[in-house]
């Protein structure tokens, strides 16, 4: 029997992980652990950036943005998760599945937008160093910034409203733990063409074109520094770029895998959990990577934690006093 088309879809079922009920509860477990280590660890890269003077710079401030995108990242998709869990529920409605499908986009489109400019800011501080704080002005800064949440805005909304056109059958299960753009054209009933174009082209180009631009700074930061003649110049300039390599290197690299894949396996369990690792696994790392590789970041955490520690002992104090 053919589906039918069903112009008036109300919900979609998200199949998750694991169907097996004695699972959930260690699913559970597992990404609710993964969800708060996110959030307080990117937390604390923003609260070090804010109240440390010395962070006060292009870099830190980009990197404080990215922190706060990889919060509102993970937040799209593992709150709705954990409560269908709780619940024991796999519904999620068509506005909501739209809405988690927008908002998913759009923090992901930021982060690769934000790793872009970081990459630049790199190439300026270490190719131009002598005019580093000139071209990385504060108002600079906030046009990058401003510049990357337009295009993530604007390419969100295509994609969410190239969906809204289209009608879906009666087989309304999406193999995967949130809405994601590929898996909802998969289950349309009508013509997909156009919306296979525009998400192909627009993968092309909003993340191959960052790619590309993140490997030409890479390109000729190596170069630069290829041409210090100390040593110690060389590991000094390149550990200022470590960070932000390996950040980039784990989301490229993830969330390309999962993609070059998705089409021999977006009938199975497999798509949704390579996803993890650049959905959820990627955000949870990013503070360590950028805590354990760099020392004024190091700095910046002891010194707030120690700020924190001396206000206890001082409250306790004033309390005390008549």
């Not at 593992?78 to 709780?86: A, D, F, G």
Request: charged fraction near 10%.
């Amino acid at each position: 029997m053919e589906p039918r088309n069903l112009t008036g879809v109300s919900e979609f079922i998200l199949l998750g992980f694991s169907e097996e009920p004695e699972r959930q509860t260690l699913i559970f477990v597992f990404f609710l652990s993964m969800y708060l280590i996110t959030v307080f660890g990117n937390l604390l890269i923003i609260l070090a950036t804010i109240y440390d003077s010395n962070l006060h710079t292009p870099m830190y401030f980009f990197l404080s943005n990215l922190s706060f995108a990889d919060i509102c990242f993970i937040t799209t998709t593992v709150p709705k998760m954990l409560v269908n869990i709780q619940i024991q529920s796999k519904v999620i409605t068509y506005a909501g599945c739209i809405t988690q499908m927008y908002f998913f986009l759009f923090f992901s489109g930021l982060d690769i937008y934000l790793l872009t400019v970081m990459a630049y800011d790199r190439f300026v501080a270490i190719c131009h160093p002598l005019h580093y704080m000139v071209i990385m002005n504060p108002r600079l800064c906030r046009l990058l910034l401003l510049v990357t949440w337009i295009i993530s805005v604007l390419h969100s909304l295509l994609q969410s409203l190239m969906v809204l056109r289209l009608s879906f059958c009666t087989d309304l299960e999406i193999p995967h733990f949130f809405c994601e753009l590929n898996q909802m054209v998969q289950l349309a009933c009508c013509d997909t063409f156009l919306n296979n174009a525009v998400m192909y082209f627009a993968a092309v180009l909003l993340a191959g074109g960052p790619l590309a631009a993140i490997l030409f700074s890479y390109s000729r930061i190596v170069s630069s520094v290829c041409g210090i003649s100390s040593a110690q110049g060389k590991s000094a300039a390149f550990s200022t770029c470590m960070s932000h390599l390996s950040v980039v290197s784990l989301f490229f690299c993830t969330s390309l895998g999962v993609y070059l894949s998705s089409a021999a396996t977006h009938r199975s369990h497999s798509s949704a959990k390579a996803s993890v690792m650049y959905a959820v696994v990627t955000p949870m790392l990013n503070p360590f990577i950028y805590s354990l590789r760099n020392k004024d970041i190091k700095g910046a955490l002891k010194r707030l934690f120690g700020m924190a520690a001396l206000k206890g002992p001082m409250v306790t104090g004033l309390k005390n006093c008549p």
